[in-house]
């Protein structure tokens, strides 16, 4: 299957946030810097330094799951303070002051207060969010402290501060990694659409470690949603979901200059673990992994690779359960990697996988892509039709569902159960199928049904043979149908044909079945 090669580079395409989604999240950030800023703020002459960090900056935003939404994180250092002359406590405050009046102008709801940064929800249909962090600058390059309200020194004025991060050091270093394979893919974007590299808009390339940290995200997102909560562990799992910013650290570790994004993807996956630090005895070694490892009590560190003192894996010490949580999407992660491998090298036919990995069962793009892309050849045979062609006239084919038989509905009563060819629809459904046609009587009517798609071929279900008209008297009404019903996962279709003195005389397009 050569499309299936391209299936990675579809599903980041799919699931990847839009040009127009980040500029969206830029307006809202310049909104609120503009206000942060103004002239009569409480902080101006403390010098905010404003600035975007985390997956907004890095260009390895996710579109939510239902249910989620985007979260931009918006970093605001007052670079008039330093550790010697301000409390956590009170940077916060400072801050939250103007977060307060820039809803409270907005008609927003107020903030919410978090152990470290403040967040602005705005209204259900957005499905955004901001989380503004404060911080004051250390004298290490571009560290920061940031506040933590579990701090034991919270209200104290005390150097050093708890916790600090390097958001701007690390995205340098996770630029400085993906640099030659971007701007590689910059040049080739540009000859192919014959205009100069600085006319093409921002985030419309991504390079091949920005594809592959969207595919890990979406997988995660994909795990813990569909994580079983039987239990009392994998309940407590399904809570503790993994940070970004420990997937693209990993990732950026991983990654080893690949271009071709499915060697890339598969080789971070084999190699990821190796960049995690294992504590053994007095010492920290890196992992290595087992399926049948177990964690046990062990502490492990992920380092900032932009600010050696920060552990990502800081919050697996005080949550065990966070510590699980990482371990079984590994796990789970590398047993689907396998799988797709095997799809896409042509060593199995499963696409379920796709799904199972990283969802959009319903979105249009990837079900086209899939079903008709990719399974275009896996109908092992078309029944020949054995007649002359002389096409003189038209036929039509409407197509009807159920949750129930309608084979022998009243005509006049299956409007209601109409549905058009290529809509969605569900396994489990009653199928009715009727042909118009202008051909004059007498004439008959064939019918190619097909299956298609993984499913179908595990089954053994493979079709493409023809039949005949099931024959429905009603009221004088003579109806030529077909009743099927919808067992497997794929875009199937059905044509029919009008036969009249053993001549085809008029031959309908296919009637796409979805099922998704």
């Known amino acids: 299957m050569k499309k299936a090669k391209e299936i990675l580079k579809t599903i980041v395409d799919i699931i990847a946030v839009s040009t127009s989604k980040y500029e969206d999240a830029s307006n809202r950030y310049k909104s609120l810097s503009d206000f942060i800023r103004r002239k009569d703020s409480s902080i101006r002459q403390d010098k905010p330094l404003i600035y975007i960090h985390g997956s907004f900056s890095l260009g390895t935003a996710v579109n939510p799951l239902q249910g989620t939404e985007f979260d931009l994180d918006i970093m605001c250092c007052l670079q008039a303070y330093n550790s010697s002359n301000i409390s956590q406590h009170d940077l916060k405050k400072k801050v939250g002051e103007e977060i307060i ?93 014959r205009i100069k590299v600085e006319a093409i808009p921002k985030y419309t390339i991504r390079s091949t470690l920005q594809n592959i940290v969207i595919l890990l995200k979406r997988h995660r997102d994909i795990f813990f949603k569909n994580l079983k909560d039987d239990n009392i562990n994998d309940s407590m799992i399904k809570k503790e979901s993994i940070s970004s910013i420990i997937i693209t650290t990993l990732a950026g570790k991983a990654y080893l200059q690949e271009d071709d994004l499915n060697e890339a993807f598969f080789n971070v996956v084999d190699r990821i673990e190796n960049y995690i630090l294992m504590q053994d005895m007095d010492d920290f070694i890196h992992f290595k992994y087992d399926e049948n490892f177990t964690i046990g009590n062990r502490m492990f560190k992920i380092v900032n690779p932009a600010n050696a003192a920060e552990n990502f894996t ?16 590994l796990k789970q992660l590398k047993k689907d990697a396998k799988k797709l491998k095997d799809l896409i090298y042509g060593n199995s036919s499963d696409l379920e996988i796709v799904y199972d990995m990283f969802g959009e069962r319903y979105n249009e793009n990837l079900i086209n892509f899939i079903n008709k892309d990719i399974d275009s050849n896996e109908i092992l045979y078309l029944e020949e039709l054995k007649y002359y062609k002389n096409i003189i006239g038209e036929v039509n084919i409407k197509g009807y569902k159920s949750t129930k038989k309608i084979d022998k509905v009243d005509s006049y009563l299956l409007h ?17 199928f009727v042909a118009e046609t202008n051909i004059q009587k007498p004439y008959d009517i064939v019918w190619q049904v097909t299956n298609k798609g993984s499913e179908a071929i595990k089954a053994n279900q493979l079709r ?28 199937h279709w059905v044509k029919c044909y009008v036969i009249k003195n053993e001549v085809v005389v008029a031959e309908s397009k296919k009637f796409y079945v979805k099922v998704v």
């Open 314 to 329: 800081d919050k697996w010490a005080r949550n065990p359960y966070k510590k699980m949580a990482f371990f079984a999407w």
């Open 416 to 432: 209601q159960y109409k549905f058009n060819s290529d809509e969605p629809i569900n396994k489990n459904m009653q199928l009715l």
């Open 101 to 193: 009046k820039y809803t409270e102008i907005h008609g927003m709801e107020p903030p919410e207060d978090k152990k470290r940064a403040w967040t602005i929800n705005y209204n259900e249909k957005s499905k955004f969010h901001i989380d503004i962090l404060p911080s004051i600058p250390t004298f290490l390059n571009d560290i920061v402290y940031i506040p933590y309200k579990d701090s034991a020194t919270y209200s104290q004025i005390l150097d050093p501060w708890d916790k600090s991060c390097n958001p701007k050091g690390f995205l340098k270093w996770f630029r400085n990694i993906s640099k030659s394979n971007y701007h590689k893919k910059l040049d080739e974007y540009a000859e192919r659409n």
């Open 464 to 491: 493409g043979e023809l039949l005949n008209s099931e024959y429905f008297n009603l009221n004088s009404t003579h109806r030529f149908q077909r009743a099927e019903h919808t067992s497997y996962f794929g875009r």
